[in-house]
């Protein structure tokens, strides 16, 4: 069973750089061989994809975020990287890193607890 965990800063200062990180543990295989997402939920609305890591290696960002996000792996350390630039207090939500989701259901294998991220204005 996949197991991953989000960290990062909690509060960001409006225009700002966000940084988060998903430890990952127990994958079987190699991690080609599954995907890997950001998903976030802003305060009072619905889960929203940021972007993934496809199987194929290739990137796919949600279109409103294209211009400022970029998700990439650490395979020395087994954690993949959400960088979100230029943040607004939009950007407030809290972050899930998760494999092997279907995004259009937004369901997915396994799923971190999630990480409170609060952009100051």
């Known amino acids: 069973q996949v197991q991953l965990q989000e960290s990062g800063p909690g509060l960001v200062e409006s225009s700002h750089a966000l940084a988060l990180t998903c430890t990952v543990s127990g994958v079987s295989g190699s991690t080609n061989e599954h995907s890997w997402t950001w998903i976030r939920q802003p305060p009072g609305k619905g889960l929203e994809w940021v972007g993934y890591i496809a199987k194929s290696g290739n990137t796919y960002y949600r279109p409103t975020l294209k211009s400022r996000a970029s998700i990439f792996w650490d395979t020395s350390k087994n954690q993949f990287t959400l960088h979100l630039n230029s943040v607004t207090p939009e950007d407030t939500a809290v972050y899930f890193c998760?494999?092997?989701?279907?995004?259009?259901?937004?369901?997915?294998?396994?799923w971190g607890q999630g990480t409170q991220v609060t952009v100051s204005s």
């Open positions: 998760a494999t092997d989701c279907t995004i259009a259901s937004m369901t997915c294998g396994s």
